[in-house]
Antibody, heavy 120, light 108 residues
Framework: QLQLQESGPGLVKPSETLSLTCTVS??????????WAWIRQPPGKGLEWIAT???????FYNPSLKSRVTMSVDTSKNQFSLKLSFVTAADTAIYYC????????????WGQGTLVTVSS | SFVLTQTPSVSVAPGKTARITCGGD??????VHWYQQKPGQAPVLVVY???DRPSGIPERFSGSNSGNTATLTINRVEAGDEADYYC???????????FGGGTKLTVL
């Protein structure tokens, strides 16, 4: 059974960089036809796609966040990561990692999510 | 970019049918997916490609799509179906996923 687990600081200061890692277990992150994504959800609000990466390193970013987002993958550790720079209170959210199934373009597995609060 | 519009809330009595809609320009020709999110939990895929169900999802969940509206139908609603529901599709023009704003289903 595929599992995804987010990890990283739960509190980040304004103007600093948010860094999260998603560890994938139960399958290889290098499996073809699957991408890996970050999605966030501000408290009480809806879902917002942040970015997607393929095991080869190809990345796709939400234009509204592109200037501040960097996504990377480490196939040797079966992990992928997110960095979001110059954070503000508006970046406070639950951050989910998820698997994107190519062709169907749907998110079939999600991590449990991790709350990141931006505050001094 | 493509916009998906959902009614913020829907209420239904147990045993009745809930219909949750997702509106978008000519969405009828698109592949739409639906996620259920219970409080404090991650979203779970309940319907994909308009009307297919992943393994383990009850047959009570079904979907349809026509014109400018996609619909998630939940038959014989149970208390455990109370959750937020999100529609999602792929915007092929911008090559990225798009989510609806979500609908809170309340079981009376």
């Amino acid at each position: 059974q595929l599992q995804l687990q987010e990890s990283g600081p739960g509190l980040v200061k304004p103007s600093e960089t948010l860094s999260l890692t998603c560890t994938v277990s139960g399958d290889s992150i290098s499996r073809t036809n699957y991408y890996w994504a970050w999605i966030r959800q501000p408290p009480g609000k809806g879902l917002e796609w942040i970015a997607t990466i393929y095991y080869s390193g190809s990345t796709f970013y939400n234009p509204s966040l592109k200037s501040r987002v960097t996504m990377s993958v480490d196939t040797s550790k079966n992990q992928f990561s997110l960095k979001l720079s110059f954070v503000t209170a508006a970046d406070t959210a639950i951050y989910y990692c998820a698997r994107l199934r190519d062709g169907y373009n749907l998110f079939d597995y999600w991590g449990q999510g991790t709350l990141v609060t931006v505050s001094s | 970019s493509f916009v998906l519009t959902q009614t913020p809330s829907v209420s239904v009595a147990p045993g009745k049918t809930a219909r949750i809609t997702c509106g978008g320009d000519n969405i009828g020709g698109e592949s739409v997916h639906w996620y259920q999110q219970k409080p404090g939990q991650a979203p779970v895929l309940v319907v994909y490609d308009v009307s297919d169900r992943p393994s383990g999802i009850p047959e009570r969940f079904s979907g349809s799509n026509s014109g400018n509206t996609a619909t998630l139908t939940i038959n014989r609603v149970e208390a455990g179906d109370e959750a937020d529901y999100y529609c999602q599709m792929w915007d092929s023009f911008t090559d990225r996923p798009v989510f609806g704003g979500g609908t809170k289903l309340t079981v009376l």
